[in-house]
């Protein structure tokens, strides 16, 4: 019934009704967000902020109004002006009383710390942004306003995702439109796949987020924008693949319901392999320590399945109610000379590495390894002044608010215990580095001290200060160091042990799927080889590229993983569509002139879809967070390395040396 073309219309309407019934009656699936959704299990700042959760008081975080002059020093009647807008504060919103205003010793600038209510991101950012209009209002001529703390920068966080999605699919969209057009050279067959993927994407935004939902797995803004490009980019990769076998099998049979059915059923094994591979990639997600990690793998497998279900299912039913003049004005006719049985650039480019292999692997190698050499000079964890491309104003208030008070001030420490709270206190006090500390909240049993330090939040200096304190406070083993500085400390340990963890076991599972696939042991381990060379690559010359023109400090902790994973995840994809060709070829031509036509079949399609993928998580740049730029561009990079260089020059360059000894201990009969 799919490349049925009098039937297939039926599982194009049957998939609008599903995609129909989809959107209209399950929506997004919703779950309160829970202040440990982004700290890995089990860590000091995870207990503390459980510990904080349990304490009577309704106030979750806090915000700083920071006043400061114009010019000179704040004068007495503004000082007063200034206590008359705190003690508006204090009666009229929801925020809690604020602690009485604060002057800096230098005169120009003073403070109140406001508590501040609200279950999720949404509650925080709309409170923030209410405060900074009121504050805006009354601050008294020649002062000027700005809100800083934890909650200003959860709600410059949340500001940057509004309308995030939504800018994101609409830029994604339009770079696979351009790519389709260009790679089709068709102003009509470009928009079957698009309409197909982009149905995909919809649907898997929303199944991903109510089997989240339902299975209480957490997620977070950045999700739903990583899952949707991963949707496009892979979706319309299994497109370009098979839209690429119907053309040629168009050349070789009249009826074009049989040349898809032909196409369909020599794609759905490096389909099926590929999404196999990277849904299994993906799951290896759930085994980290970070509740949001694991639920950005289980999204983007459910996606995954998605995709590849939808161009198996629908694209080959959409394309055959068309007759051949869907890929006007280059219409492939019976009698044509199918991709691996002509001189394509790919075949010429094949041609030329048969005549020198061991030079073009050589030459390869060294690039590879030369790219690869700031591998070594990589340092990770961004401080949380750098996670914005632009800086809020929560970040330059807090830089303003370090020069006239303590650099802590803006984001206190917290120490949460339920041992005797005045010990806890006197050796908080006696830790090198503190400014100060008080008791801000008991109830419960619990305590809550809130320590500033003179340094500045996630400076070196800060890390270890908190690690002085934890150490301090080791001998009271009911006693948890938490913060945003010890919350950082704890995701990068986070991070290394989900690396040490995940990064072999996707090896594994990768190089297992291969094995299987080809029945082989020297090909796996190559081509498994080639992806780590690529990833290496990619972080490498991507760190030169960062701290040069880009000027980052750091990578963020999270990008080593997810790069590795979506690099070697979908790195396997060309790897598959390459060798299951070239086995294909092999069978009846040799491994020497199987291969040769394998890359001139699929050369141009690898290419294609490694151009657009890369362009793709590119787009992830349009999100304002740094995390998400690197992660964009060591992809990027990645892709274009793996599509342009090492799987059509240097994948065929290794099996031209082998012979067939690169599918041992398999034989294949030519």
């Keep these: ?174 770079v696979v439109a351009l790519l389709l057009v260009i790679t089709y050279r068709s102003p009509i067959l470009w928009l079957v796949p698009l309409a197909v993927v982009g149905t995909a994407d919809r649907v898997a935004a929303l199944l991903a987020t ?14 739903i924008g990583i899952l949707s490009v991963l949707v496009f980019g892979a979706g319309t990769n299994y497109a370009l693949l098979l839209i690429s076998r119907y053309r040629d099998e168009l050349r070789t049979h009249t009826d074009r319901g049989e040349a898809m059915a032909l196409a369909l059923r020599r794609t759905a094994e490096a389909v099926l392999t590929s999404a196999g591979t990277v849904i299994a990639g993906l799951l290896t997600l759930l085994l980290s320590l970070t509740p949001t990690t694991r639920g950005l793998g289980l999204a983007c497998a459910v996606g995954i399945v998605v995709a590849a279900g939808f161009v198996l299912l629908v694209l080959p039913a959409a394309l055959v109610l068309f007759g051949r003049w869907i890929f006007w004005p280059i219409v492939p006719h019976t009698g044509d000379a199918v991709l691996s049985e002509t001189r394509t650039w790919w075949r010429k480019v094949g041609d030329t590495v048969a005549r020198r292999p061991p030079a073009f692997i050589v030459a390869t190698l060294v690039l590879l390894a030369a790219m690869a050499a700031g591998l070594f000079a990589t340092e990770t964890g961004l401080r949380q002044a750098d996670q914005f491309l632009d800086e809020p104003e929560a970040i330059s208030a807090a830089a303003r608010l370090a020069d006239s008070f303590p650099a802590g001030t803006s984001d206190p420490i917290q120490v949460l215990t339920r041992d005797d709270a005045d010990a806890v206190l006197a050796d908080v006090e006696a830790t090198d580095a503190v400014s100060s500390a008080r008791t801000t909240a008991q109830g419960n049993g619990i305590t809550q001290i809130d320590v500033v330090l003179d340094a500045t939040p996630s400076s070196d200096e800060a890390i270890e200060a908190v690690l002085a304190l934890r150490e301090a406070l080791a001998p009271h083993e009911q006693t948890h160091v938490g913060g945003t500085t010890a919350g950082e400390i704890d995701a990068e340990a986070g991070a290394q042990r989900d690396q040490k963890a995940i990064l072999p076991l996707i090896l594994l599972l990768v190089l297992g799927v291969l094995v299987v696939l080809l029945r082989s042991l020297v090909a796996p381990l190559l081509l498994v080889a080639t992806v780590l060379g690529t990833f290496a690559a990619a972080m490498g010359s991507a760190w030169w590229l960062f701290t040069g023109p880009l000027g980052f400090p750091a990578l963020d902790v999270d990008v080593p993983l997810f790069a590795f994973l979506f690099l070697v995840a979908l790195g396997v994809d060309y790897n598959i569509f390459l060798i299951t060709r070239a086995r294909e070829e092999a069978g009846g031509h040799g491994t020497r002139e199987g291969m040769l036509r394998a890359l001139a079949a699929t050369g141009g399609v690898i290419t294609s879809a490694g151009v657009l993928l890369a362009a793709v998580f590119a787009v992830l740049g349009v999100l304002p967070l740094v995390v998400l730029a690197q992660l964009g561009v060591v992809i990027c990079i990645g892709v274009l390395l793996d599509t342009l260089l090492v799987r059509t020059v240097l994948v065929p360059a290794l099996a031209l040396v082998l012979g067939d000894r690169f599918w041992w201990p398999r034989t294949l009969n030519a």
């Design 1 to 174: 019934m799919i490349t049925n073309p009098r039937r297939s219309w039926a599982v194009v309407v049957l998939a609008l009704i599903v995609a129909g019934l989809v959107f209209g009656l399950l929506g997004e699936g919703e779950r309160t967000q829970a202040p440990t959704d982004d700290l890995p299990r089990g860590a000091d700042s995870t207990l503390a902020t459980e510990l904080r959760d349990q304490l009577p008081e309704d106030d979750s975080t806090l915000a700083i109004a920071l006043f400061t002059a114009d010019t000179g020093e704040l004068d007495d009647a503004t000082l007063q002006d200034l206590e008359e807008v705190t003690a508006d504060l204090a009666t009229g919103g929801p925020g809690g009383t604020p602690i009485p205003l604060q002057v800096a010793e230098d005169g120009t600038a003073a403070f109140a710390v406001v508590p501040v209510t609200g279950a999720s991101a949404t509650d925080v950012e709309a409170f923030v942004t209410d405060l900074r209009e009121r504050l805006d209002e009354a601050a008294p001529d020649g002062v000027t306003a700005q809100v800083t703390g934890p909650a200003a920068i959860e709600a410059d966080l949340a500001q940057v995702f509004s309308g995030a999605n939504t800018r994101l699919l609409l830029v994604t969209a339009s």
């Design 210 to 223: 109510q089997v989240l939902a339902a299975l209480d797995v957490a997620w977070n803004e950045s999700t």
